[in-house]
């Protein structure tokens, strides 16, 4: 037979295809080594596997610049097809992995600095004064007592001491990873101005800041109603000479070393007490919950939606509590090993009701590597990171109502009456909106500190400054502005983890339940809403459509995803406030006569022997235990 030989014109698409799927290969490989790596020093914090873990990444920091400049030899701007054009806008969009192979002293010394800040964050201490060989770690000593005391001074000493403990520690490193993470994203070509135009890149919305503060703005009264009521309960706990009718709230009494979610403190404010509530811990105790149970409750959720399930490997070689022999990294994580294959959570969980929300979260990052692994790995990211946040909180949404939580032996009974609604509404408004503000001011610090407006002087004032403004709280105890590094006793600022995503997700994760709720055939207030308590077919609907979003990965813009969902294509505060409108009218009703807001040069009383601290002989003034008297 005569061959025909067609003449491959190779166009440009043509190459720019060759070039990505042998650049896929690689990457698979390069990150694979690269989170083995990863994984094997955050669950074993050795010096060996620190060393190990460097290596590896200053590897896929050179892949990543090497597949860049590849790329940009390529004309593909001209390409014909969009999505080969989108996956090489990505390749040569370098960030923080430094540009050019001389700056491998910077390259070096930035990942010195993350692991040293990290290590500081995950390994600080704070010992007993009276016993100084009683110490406490942030997982499960310090986390636990700020759950679960009520005591105001033992609760100023589990808060002061990890700022001593971390914050402290840090401070002096912060300026010089801010320099060298700026250095690194101004060498890219298209170079970024700073970190924080780079982090806010990956959101490809021009008005983005001026979106979420317009999201922020309408949320603002919700948050104001939760936080006076909030404050009068607190009052009545603790007295009215530790806390002001009309001030902001000392931070400490909240439930949670960083103020963000206050479900823990549930009982002291519960609206009608020996209704059903959904503080379930004691029952999952009671019935001996295992933490093994709690994550295959999980996995049950996605089985039931239709969502892929986790692949034995996941059950294989996750770490679910912490390990008795070794240091790890507690803060939980989903990690996905970008093999198409290896999904994993690490984490130090115990059981509490807290946790198995935790465990939804991480379970829906997995999901979502599972759903979108078959795309190419620049598309294996969250449509825009607020979607990847999203998708745990959105399932658990459904979890946490009171005939789910029945339908998995959690609640014995259902009130079905408006008083047990409003103690679920609180339930979830005590996560859900007490979050708002945090999960907004933490990258406005963060990118004021990049760009410079910011400075280390002004680090910790700027900070407080913030925190006092958007969540209405202040220190217990007098800050130090010399020494005190409080930002950094978060986990992700001391691991470089943005933040702006987990705001973003507060409001998409309501816009995805709302129209799921639809999908599944819900009637009757969003609140009430499980998207797994409808018949089969529409349970089906719900998943596959999720399923459809999940799918698509970061190959399209995020409102093209949006849009699969919910038919819009703009973020919108209005299901977050639907959801929670009934606590919202209860709140007003009994903040009648109480200020909403806060009066911001209100100051907690400090008593420094009460506190633990001293007084130096050349009056001095309060010396906090972490501190000595000047000149001794
Ligand atoms: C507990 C949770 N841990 C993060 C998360 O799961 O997002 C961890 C650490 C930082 C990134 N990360 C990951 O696992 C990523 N690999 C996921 C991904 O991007 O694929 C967390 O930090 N949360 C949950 C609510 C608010 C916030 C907090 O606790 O303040
Ligand atoms: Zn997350």
Redesign the pocket.
């Known amino acids: 037979a005569v061959r025909t030989v067609r003449l491959q014109l190779t166009s440009g698409d043509d190459q720019g295809w060759a070039f990505i799927w042998d650049y896929n290969g690689r990457a698979e490989q390069v990150y694979y080594d690269t989170m083995v790596a990863r994984w094997n020093y955050n669950t074993n914090l050795t010096l060996e596997n620190s060393r190990k873990q460097d290596e590896a990444n200053f590897i896929e920091a050179h892949f990543d610049r090497q597949a860049a400049q590849i790329a940009s030899s390529f004309d593909w701007q001209n390409f014909n097809n969009a999505t080969l054009k989108r996956l090489f806008r990505k390749i040569t969009l370098l960030g923080t992995a430094v540009n050019h192979i001389e700056q491998a002293r910077e390259a070096r010394e930035y990942n010195n600095l993350l692991t040293e800040m990290r290590l500081i964050y995950s390994t600080g201490k704070v010992c007993e004064y009276h016993n100084p060989t009683s110490c406490l770690v942030l997982k499960p000593d310090l986390s636990d007592c700020l759950a679960d005391s009520r005591d105001y001074d033992r609760l100023r000493f589990c808060w002061e001491g990890l700022r001593d403990a971390v914050g402290r520690q840090l401070k002096d490193k912060y300026p010089r990873f801010v320099e060298l993470s700026n250095d690194a994203v101004r060498q890219g070509v298209p170079y970024w101005e700073d970190t924080g135009a780079y982090w806010r890149s990956w959101y490809e919305t021009a008005d983005f800041q001026e979106q979420l503060e317009n999201l922020y703005n309408q949320l603002t009264p919700l948050y104001n109603n939760l936080h006076a009521y909030v404050r009068k309960k607190l009052r009545a706990t603790y007295g009215q000479d530790k806390i002001s009718a009309t001030g902001p709230i000392p931070a400490h009494l909240l439930g949670n070393m960083?103020s963000?979610s206050w479900a823990n403190i549930y009982k002291l404010v519960e609206p009608y007490p020996g209704k059903t509530s959904i503080n379930v811990t004691a029952k999952m105790l009671s019935d001996g919950w295992t933490v093994d149970r709690m994550f295959r409750t999980s996995g049950d959720f996605l089985k039931a939606m239709g969502l892929i399930e986790m692949p034995q490997n996941f059950w294989d070689n996750s770490m679910f509590v912490k390990p008795a022999d070794r240091e790890v990294v507690c803060?939980?994580?989903?990690?996905?090993f970008y093999n198409a294959h290896d999904v994993r959570i690490m984490m130090c969980s115990n059981v509490s009701m807290e946790n198995l929300i935790?465990i939804h979260?991480?379970m829906g990052?997995i999901e979502y590597?599972l759903q979108y692994k078959h795309h190419p790995v620049p598309f294996r990211r969250g449509a825009n990171?607020g979607f990847?946040?999203a998708v745990g909180d959105l399932l658990a949404l459904s979890v946490a109502t009171p005939t789910h939580l029945q339908g998995i032996g959690l609640l014995d009974t259902v009130e079905d009456d408006n008083e047990s609604d409003i103690n679920f509404l609180m339930s979830m408004a005590l996560d859900k909106i007490a979050f708002l503000p945090f999960g907004y001011l933490m990258d406005q610090w963060r990118w004021a500190v990049f760009n410079g407006s910011i400075t280390p002087a002004t680090y910790n004032q700027e900070w407080w400054k913030l925190r006092t403004r958007y969540q209405g709280i202040v220190p217990p105890v007098p800050r130090n502005h010399d020494k005190d590094f409080d930002p950094g006793c978060?986990?992700?600022i001391a691991?470089n983890?943005p933040y702006i995503r987990?705001f973003v997700s507060s409001v998409l994760q309501f816009q995805f339940h709302q129209a799921l709720c639809q999908t599944s055939g819900h009637t009757g207030p969003l609140h009430k809403c499980d998207i797994s308590a409808g018949t089969q077919a529409h349970r089906a609907a719900a998943g596959q459509k999720l399923a459809r979003m999940l799918q698509m990965g970061a190959s399209q813009p995020w409102p093209d995803a949006m849009e699969v969902i919910t038919g819009q294509r703009t973020m919108s505060a209005q299901p977050i406030v639907e959801y929670f409108q009934p606590l919202i009218t209860w709140l007003e009703t009994q903040n009648v006569g109480e200020t909403l807001g806060w009066d911001e040069s209100w100051t907690p009383t400090y008593d420094c022997e009460a506190a633990d601290g001293f007084t130096c002989a050349d009056g001095s003034g309060c010396v906090r235990p972490g501190d000595r008297c000047d000149g001794v």
């Open positions: 960083w963000q803060h939980a994580s989903a990690w996905d935790t979260h991480e990052h590597y990171p990847h946040e978060k986990y992700h691991a983890n987990y």
